[in-house]
């Protein structure tokens, strides 16, 4: 059973840096991209950021270029996701979600921005 | 960046129904779309891949179709599980979701 578990959220002060983790099991971690999605309180969906299998590739979302940074270590079967100059629009549950097209996805890691 | 809109945002219809949600991209997209469904609390479910492929353990109530820039989630008899919201995604051209559909039982 594919099973993805976040962690690291919190509250942060604006202007802050918080890292996600977000760690595989019951599937190979190194034969797949993964990404992050987040939803904002009572909004709809917003994908992140992309990786690919051994990090050749990878993209982020206007709203956060220059200011997250995706990475993974496949030999932990862990997915990150580096997060600084956060704003208060940054507030969402991040999900990390297997396969360049989603199919299997994390329960969430609530990140809080707000001084 | 291509734009998806989905209608209508909120849906009320009756169990046993036959439900119907669109999803418009602002160019084509080649078909390269998901629908997922979200329920409250919970994290969103692949129902269906390109357009029409049903997600492994998916009931077959649920299809899709389409083409271009418009596309189409069918639920062929609503049952009280399925409410949710649902979004589309497209993977054509970078990553897109749709506002979402919300749907609820009359």
């Known amino acids: 059973e594919v099973q993805l578990v976040e962690s690291g959220g919190g509250l942060v002060q604006p202007g802050r840096s918080l890292k996600l983790s977000c760690v595989a099991s019951?599937?190979?971690?190194?034969?797949?991209?993964m990404n992050w999605i987040r939803q904002a309180p009572g909004k709809g969906l917003e994908w992140v950021a992309y990786?690919?299998?051994?990090?050749?590739?990878?993209y982020y979302a206007e709203t956060v270029k220059g200011r997250f940074t995706i990475s993974r270590d496949n030999a932990k079967n862990t997915l990150y996701l580096q997060m600084t100059s956060l704003r208060s629009e940054d507030t969402a549950l991040y999900y990390c979600?297997?396969?360049?097209?989603?199919?299997?996805w994390g329960q969430g890691v609530m990140v809080t921005v707000s001084s | 960046d291509i734009q998806m809109t989905q209608s209508p945002s909120l849906l009320s219809a009756s169990v046993g129904d036959r439900v119907t949600l669109n999803c418009k991209a602002s160019?084509?997209?080649?078909?390269?779309l998901n629908w997922y469904q979200q329920k409250l609390g919970e994290a969103p479910k692949l129902l269906i891949y390109?357009?029409?492929n049903l997600q492994t353990g998916i009931p077959s109530r649920f299809s899709g179709s389409g083409s271009g820039t418009d596309y189409t989630l069918t639920i062929s008899s609503l049952q009280p599980e399925d409410v949710a919201t649902y979004y589309c995604?497209?993977?054509?051209?970078?990553?897109?979701f749709g506002g979402g559909t919300k749907l609820e039982l009359k």
């Open positions: 995604y497209q993977y054509n051209s970078g990553w897109t």
């Open positions: 979600a297997r396969r360049y097209i989603p199919d299997s």
């Open positions: 990786i690919s299998s051994g990090s050749s590739y990878i």
């Open positions: 019951g599937f190979t971690f190194s034969n797949y991209g």
């Open positions: 390109y357009t029409n």
């Open positions: 160019q084509n997209i080649n078909k390269n």
